[in-house]
């Protein structure tokens, strides 16, 4: 399986712009873990290639994606600027009004302190996606797998509103792809323990894309706000919204019953490609979640997820516990990709 990587090292919020009593818990050890990880695994690791911005715009805002790209600069330019851009104290969006100073468009584009603006944050995301895209241009040429290795993550970029450590939504951006090379519908299985707004909001209406998340409650857990049962689309996309909240403390036995059921919903719409958004907070201990998965969970979760037999992209979102990651990636993948192995693929 080929595994796409992007720079990432000098989007570190946690490093260059630590805020006092707010730990940053997405930082660049957490994908030099798993890339030690798919090495350790003998998968071939590339660069990946620079797609513009063409593709990225077919899900993401202009001014959202001008404001990513050109912010930072426009804040430095401010008397007094510190070493990140951020929601700060305007963090509220009256979305009647998209105001036009740095400050004002920091507080409606971010959506929380979770997604600072740095230097290197533009250009970090943006290999993330171009890496998520690639990894769609290969399963176009007949892959039957890839992994985007992806850093920033991307599955609470809605189209125009940054937070959760997302700017670009990777996953949405490369089902996109697939949408417009003509595959037909994409289902993308979201298993991060936090919901993946982002990814609902951007394709709720429609029917085209078949977004089922297995998470934490949002009623005790980040986003909070979305991620319930009862969101199930809307219009055209009712019924292409599946969310399948887990309560605190949930073991590998609960977590591997909901991706089942996540995969039973999923064959019932016979999508002809599958993204998995994939995430390992759910693991016992993580620092920004409230689940008790193990890594046996996850190869569970890799063989099930594998049952479907669809070409499969990996999409790399969170997971926190940094010294696990490796374990927990090794898990997933030996089981997800075992049925290739055997085939001989
Ligand atoms: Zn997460």
Known sequence: MIVITSPHAEHDPERLAPLAGRRYWEVPARADALLAAVRQLGHEVVAAHDHGLDPIRRVHDAGYLDFLAHGFERFRALPNAEPALRAGAYAVRYAAHRPDHVLGQAGYYLSSLSAP????????????AHAAIDGADLILRGERSAYALCRPPGHHAHTDLAGGF??????????????????????????DVHHGNGTQQIFYARDDVFYVSVHGDPAQLYPFYQGYADETGSGAGLGWNLNLPLPPGTEDIGFF????????????????????SMGFDPHAGDP???????????????????SLGLPALLVQEGGYLVERLGDNLTAFLRAFLAPQQAAGG
Do not use: H, M
């Open 166 to 191: 997302c700017y670009l939504n990777n996953a949405a951006i490369a089902a996109q792809r697939l949408l417009d090379a003509g595959t037909g519908p994409v289902a993308i299985l979201d298993f």
């Open 288 to 306: 920004t979640a409230n689940l008790s998965v193990s890594a046996d969970g996850f190869a569970a979760a890799g063989r099930i997820i594998a």
């Open 117 to 128: 603006i740095l230097p290197a944050t533009w250009q970090a995301a943006l290999g993330a």
């Open 257 to 276: 019953t909901a991706i089942l059921r996540a995969v039973e919903a999923i064959r019932a719409k016979a999508p002809a490609v599958l993204i998995v």
